[in-house]
């Protein structure tokens, strides 16, 4: 069942209830999770307990002074320091995950996120990941399988290659049937990188062997896939949360135009070039892709709107939660 207004159908078995969480942050994503749990508590007058994972630099933080519990990651006093972060160290996390008897898991935004993998270490440890699952971020974390998706929802998607690019005799037949201005990505990773625009086909070549090359050395993936450019188009996303019994939430949509190089700098809650109309239309479309795919968690899904013709188009799906709307 997907809900878009927020309502509720209450449902006859119980959901997991949580006694001990650990938080796989630090900072404010932290800070957000111990006042949430506290607010639970004050209403409720019961919840879990919070268990900070935090480095040796860390032990006086706020976050580790305010949570119930704490334990440490990463070298202990005295110590060499590691090359990699611990926030990022898969199996020092799983340690610390079973030292905190934890059994769920908050990850909130960045590090371990929007690791598929390290989702799937926690299934394999018996501790619920507040997120979706490892599966789920590798189906729409991968911008191919994404569009693909979108397009077996009804959602509008720009005209594309359909699918990966292989070479660059395949690059200039996509090309020509999708016409210029086209755009190649990346299908991995994120933040502007592996991404190329081809204002005419003359310039496909070196945009394409471009792409590519900054996707390998990015994100070990060099796959990439052609896409019409969108002009004169708003960057728009909706907040969806959808629970483990197929019922989605459009929360909210925010305005993102304002970018440097591919990366957002200013966040504007809600889109001022939309009406309420298109606004809910919008919200739709990005609940009955979250309802197709079977997701689960927090998760932001991005489109590219034409004011002018009214139309929008799906650009990818962020696994996680979004740090902040400003």
């Given at each position: 069942m997907t809900t878009r207004r927020g309502t509720r159908t209450p449902r006859p078995e119980e959901d997991p209830v949580f006694d001990r969480i650990a938080i796989v942050n630090r900072g404010?994503?932290?800070?957000?999770?111990?006042?949430t749990v506290r607010e639970l508590r004050d209403r409720d007058g019961t919840g879990p307990r919070t268990i900070a994972l935090h480095t040796e630099a860390e032990r006086d933080a706020m976050f580790v002074r305010e949570a119930d519990e704490a334990v440490r990651i990463g070298p202990g006093p005295g110590e060499p320091a590691w090359q990699r972060s611990p926030y990022l160290d898969h199996d020092e996390l799983a340690r610390a995950l079973l030292a905190a008897r934890a059994d769920a898991a908050w990850v909130g935004w960045g590090f371990v996120a929007e690791h598929a993998?390290?989702?799937?270490?926690?299934?394999?440890?018996g501790v619920t990941f507040i997120g979706p699952s490892g599966d789920m971020m590798r189906a729409l974390g991968?911008?191919?399988?994404?569009?693909?998706?979108?397009e077996q929802a009804?959602?509008?998607?720009?005209?594309?290659?359909?699918?990966?690019?292989?070479?660059?005799?395949?690059?200039?037949?996509?090309?020509?049937r999708i016409g210029a201005p086209l755009v190649v990505k990346a299908t991995a990773g994120g933040g502007g990188r592996g991404i190329r625009a081809v204002?005419?086909?003359?310039?496909?070549?070196?945009a394409y062997t471009r792409a590519r090359a900054e996707a390998g050395a990015a994100f070990g993936d060099d796959t990439v896939f052609l896409e019409k450019m969108v002009t004169d188009a708003r960057h728009v996303e909706v907040q969806i949360l959808a629970d483990k019994h197929g019922e989605v939430w459009a929360v909210g949509t925010r305005d993102c135009s304002l970018q440097r190089r591919n990366q957002k700098v200013l966040e504007e809650s809600a889109s001022t070039a939309m009406t309420p109309e298109q606004d809910?239309?919008?919200?739709?479309?990005?609940?009955?892709?979250?309802?197709?795919?079977?997701?689960?968690?927090?998760?932001?899904?991005?489109?590219?709107?034409?004011?002018?013709?009214?139309l929008f188009a799906f650009l990818e799906v962020n696994t996680r939660l979004r740090s902040s709307t400003r």
């Amino acid at each position: 069942m997907t809900t878009r207004r927020g309502t509720r159908t209450p449902r006859p078995e119980e959901d997991p209830v949580f006694d001990r969480i650990a938080i796989v942050n630090r900072g404010e994503p932290a800070m957000r999770l111990i006042h949430t749990v506290r607010e639970l508590r004050d209403r409720d007058g019961t919840g879990p307990r919070t268990i900070a994972l935090h480095t040796e630099a860390e032990r006086d933080a706020m976050f580790v002074r305010e949570a119930d519990e704490a334990v440490r990651i990463g070298p202990g006093p005295g110590e060499p320091a590691w090359q990699r972060s611990p926030y990022l160290d898969h199996d020092e996390l799983a340690r610390a995950l079973l030292a905190a008897r934890a059994d769920a898991a908050w990850v909130g935004w960045g590090f371990v996120a929007e690791h598929a993998d390290f989702s799937d270490r926690c299934a394999a440890l018996g501790v619920t990941f507040i997120g979706p699952s490892g599966d789920m971020m590798r189906a729409l974390g991968d911008k191919i399988g994404a569009k693909l998706l979108a397009e077996q929802a009804g959602v509008p998607v720009a005209p594309w290659s359909g699918g990966a690019v292989e070479d660059l005799e395949s690059a200039r037949e996509h090309a020509e049937r999708i016409g210029a201005p086209l755009v190649v990505k990346a299908t991995a990773g994120g933040g502007g990188r592996g991404i190329r625009a081809v204002r005419d086909l003359a310039g496909l070549e070196l945009a394409y062997t471009r792409a590519r090359a900054e996707a390998g050395a990015a994100f070990g993936d060099d796959t990439v896939f052609l896409e019409k450019m969108v002009t004169d188009a708003r960057h728009v996303e909706v907040q969806i949360l959808a629970d483990k019994h197929g019922e989605v939430w459009a929360v909210g949509t925010r305005d993102c135009s304002l970018q440097r190089r591919n990366q957002k700098v200013l966040e504007e809650s809600a889109s001022t070039a939309m009406t309420p109309e298109q606004d809910l239309e919008l919200r739709h479309a990005a609940a009955e892709l979250a309802r197709v795919a079977g997701y689960e968690g927090a998760g932001t899904v991005e489109f590219l709107f034409q004011p002018e013709a009214g139309l929008f188009a799906f650009l990818e799906v962020n696994t996680r939660l979004r740090s902040s709307t400003r």
